[in-house]
Structures are given as structure tokens and as C-alpha cells.
């Protein structure tokens, strides 16, 4: 079974930065397209960024020009920048790819 593994999270204030990472287990992930997904508390999962197998992007509309996705395949790690965060980035992030179920998330909290 893949496993995946967040990290990075924390508390940040309105307009600072920080970066996910997540650790894939296994032989394949240079294969994998890899997602980041985020929840609000009280809201449904929503999917934010999307990195394939080779190199392609796309985001939702509301990260784009602040949240940069990218991965290391020699690592074995996706991560996700996020620059000028607002409280409305508030979630808990999950990394994922269909190889794999949900890990733990981590949480970005953004408040003063």
C-alpha cells in the first residue's frame, strides 16, 4: 500500500508563506500525478492543485499566482508553496494520488 505522509503546516499570519511537503511511499511515484487537496473546518474536502507525472500543473482559481505545486521525484516528495496566505487558506492539507488513500493531513492555520 502507498503511503502518504504531510507535513509543514502551521500558524502563519495573513500574507506569509509556507510549504507542504509530502513523502510517497514506494517505487512508482515518478509515475503518479499528484494532488493537493485542503478541508475547512465544517466545510467538504476541495482539491486545489494538481502536479502529473510530467510536469504539468493546474490549480484552483483561488491559489493561483499564490500557490506553486511541485515535486521531487528523487525524493519521492510533492510539496506546496503557498505565498500570501489569507485566513480563508485555513485547512487541514492533504497531499493524494489515486495509487493511494488519505493520509493525516497537516494543518495551516492563518490568523493574526
Known amino acids: 500500500q502507498v503511503q502518504l505522509v504531510e507535513s509543514g503546516g502551521d500558524l502563519v499570519q495573513p500574507g506569509g508563506s509556507l510549504r507542504l511537503s509530502c513523502v510517497v511511499s514506494g517505487s512508482s511515484f515518478s509515475v503518479y500525478n499528484m494532488n493537493w487537496w485542503r478541508q475547512a473546518a465544517g466545510k467538504q474536502r476541495e482539491w486545489i492543485a494538481i502536479i502529473t507525472s510530467d510536469g504539468r500543473t493546474q490549480y484552483l482559481d483561488s491559489v493561483k499566482g499564490r500557490f506553486t505545486i511541485s515535486r521531487d521525484n528523487a525524493k519521492n516528495t510533492v510539496y506546496l508553496q503557498m505565498n500570501s496566505l489569507i485566513p480563508e487558506d485555513t485547512a487541514i492539507y492533504y497531499c493524494?494520488?489515486?495509487?493511494?488513500?488519505w493520509g493525516q493531513g497537516t494543518q495551516v492555520t492563518v490568523s493574526t
Open positions: 493524494k494520488t489515486n495509487a493511494a488513500s
